[in-house]
């Protein structure tokens, strides 16, 4: 379970990355030209965000690299503190941003989105382990 788990949490990354960037993308070309619509785009970055945060929650548990006693070693102190508590805020601010931008007026709504999910994507992308950290995580 342990292995499936992990395979599904690091693919589903580039999923989640995508998503938001479509998401900030459309939010931005939405706000600049005034539209007062809703986008599903939206709800799919946050579900996908969500999905993602459910697999991290089991892994945390269940996880070798998740290890207290071992804090003073930068790959334990990685997993168990950094990684975890910047992607509980990114996963955050993605969704209260989408729940303001449902309850913001008109084009408002584009924006409350392109800020709250811009910043999230920001901390993901410095919070997630990529290959060249040296941190024993690869690519997919
Ligand atoms: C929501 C955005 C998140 C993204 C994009 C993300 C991404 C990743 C990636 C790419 C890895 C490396 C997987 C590999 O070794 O191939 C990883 C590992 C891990 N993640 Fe996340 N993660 C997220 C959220 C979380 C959360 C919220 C938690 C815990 C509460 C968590 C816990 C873990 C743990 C424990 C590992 C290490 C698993 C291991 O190698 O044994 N992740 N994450």
Do not use: C
């Not at 290890?67 to 334990?76: P, Q, V």
């Not at 924006?111 to 997919?140: K, N, S």
């Amino acid at each position: 379970m342990y292995n499936g788990l992990l395979h599904a949490h690091s693919g589903l990354r580039y999923v989640v990355l995508i998503l938001l960037l479509a998401a900030i993308g459309t939010a931005y070309s939405n706000w600049q030209k005034g539209d007062t619509k809703d986008n599903k785009l939206y709800s799919f970055a946050l579900i996908a965000t969500h999905i993602q945060l459910l697999i991290g929650i089991v892994l945390y548990v269940i996880s070798p690299k998740v290890e207290f006693e071992m804090i003073s070693d930068r790959l334990y102190r990685f997993f168990t503190i950094e990684h975890s508590i910047m992607m509980l805020i990114a996963v955050t601010l993605i969704t209260v941003g989408r729940v303001r931008s449902r309850k913001a007026e008109g084009a408002l709504r584009h924006r409350t989105v392109l800020f709250f999910y811009a910043m999230a994507l920001v901390i993901m992308l410095v919070a997630i382990p990529w290959p060249f950290r040296d941190l024993g995580a690869g690519w997919f």
